[in-house]
């Protein structure tokens, strides 16, 4: 079973930025697909970003794009996700997910994910 762990979430003042980290320990996570969640207060969860497994698919929600960059390095066993220009509605707990049978096509976000962190909270706010 991979473990995940998130990192990098604070408080940010709106047009600010931060870099999530997703660490990922118990197996190699080279072949597994990652994805970055959040939930705000009283909302569902949304898929915002998702990478595969060899870095040719990148999916992102279209309340980031253009915002939001997600990238990894298999040799750190890491996922980032790189936020700049951030709003107040990116409010929210920020959580990474993982499964190797998962990919990062339309709809990637449905469904379940084997492994989950437990989340890390980004506030954007002045």
């Known amino acids: 079973q991979l473990q995940l762990v998130e990192s990098g979430g604070g408080l940010v003042q709106p047009g600010g930025s931060l870099r999530l980290s997703c660490a990922a320990s118990?197996?190699?996570?080279?072949?597994?697909?990652i994805g970055w969640f959040r939930q705000a207060p009283g909302k569902e969860r949304e898929g915002a970003s998702c990478?595969?497994?060899?870095?040719?698919?990148?999916n992102y929600a279209d309340s980031v794009k253009g915002r939001f960059t997600i990238s990894r390095d298999n040799a750190k066993n890491t996922v980032y996700l790189q936020m700049n220009s951030l709003k107040p509605e990116d409010t929210a707990v920020y959580y990474c997910?993982?499964?190797?049978?998962?990919?990062?096509?339309?709809?990637?976000?449905?469904?379940?994910?084997?492994?989950w962190g437990r989340g890390t909270q980004v506030t954007v706010s002045s």
């Open positions: 997910a993982a499964d190797l049978n998962r990919s990062c096509g339309p709809g990637w976000y449905k469904g379940a994910f084997a492994s």
């Open positions: 118990g197996r190699t996570a080279d072949y597994y697909p």
């Open positions: 990478i595969s497994s060899r870095h040719s698919t990148t």
